[in-house]
């Protein structure tokens, strides 16, 4: 026969022996835990709030002054139209005028280029609804139909995208004798 006094562990005594934790300590413990991750998770909803607004407010910045280096290289085209025109002031010369205002002129373009925006060529090329804008149309005998005889009002690309297209005259065959 078995001895009875042999105690096993489902006996209740050797529970008691056990170190495992109880079940009410289990549950504390676990919601220790839950605490400190939903703890976590607010800091870590708070840090990415910030970083939002940081990101946006710099975003914003950068759109406000984006055209800071584009001013900042202007600045100088026109100071040399202020000296051309007080120069021209002075001495009461045209010619100085006109040779200041083209050397402006010239600086604007390379100022403009730059910073990768081109004049279209216009004058002599076939018309394109993609870069000119045809606000007129004079008969020629010296250009084929269709041929950009005057540029009126220059455009400009920016890279690969027109920013203004070119205001021009295209020609027409002229009317039959």
Known sequence: MADRTTRTNDDPQSADKDDSPTLAEQLQAALLERDQY???LARAMADLDNF???VY??????????SLPLLKSLLPVFDGLDRA?????????FDDLLNGVQMTVKQLETTLAGHGAKSIVAQ?????????????????DEYPPMTVLNDIERGY????RVIRPSKVIVSVAPPAK
């Open 38 to 40: 939903k703890d976590k």
């Open 52 to 54: 939002r607004k940081r």
């Open 57 to 66: 407010r710099e975003m914003d910045d950068e759109r406000k002054y984006q």
């Open 85 to 93: 025109v007080f120069a021209a002031s002075q001495s009461k010369n």
């Open 124 to 140: 002599g090329q076939p018309f394109d609804p993609n870069l000119h804008e045809a606000i007129s149309q004079a008969p020629s």
């Open 157 to 160: 690309t920016l890279h690969d």
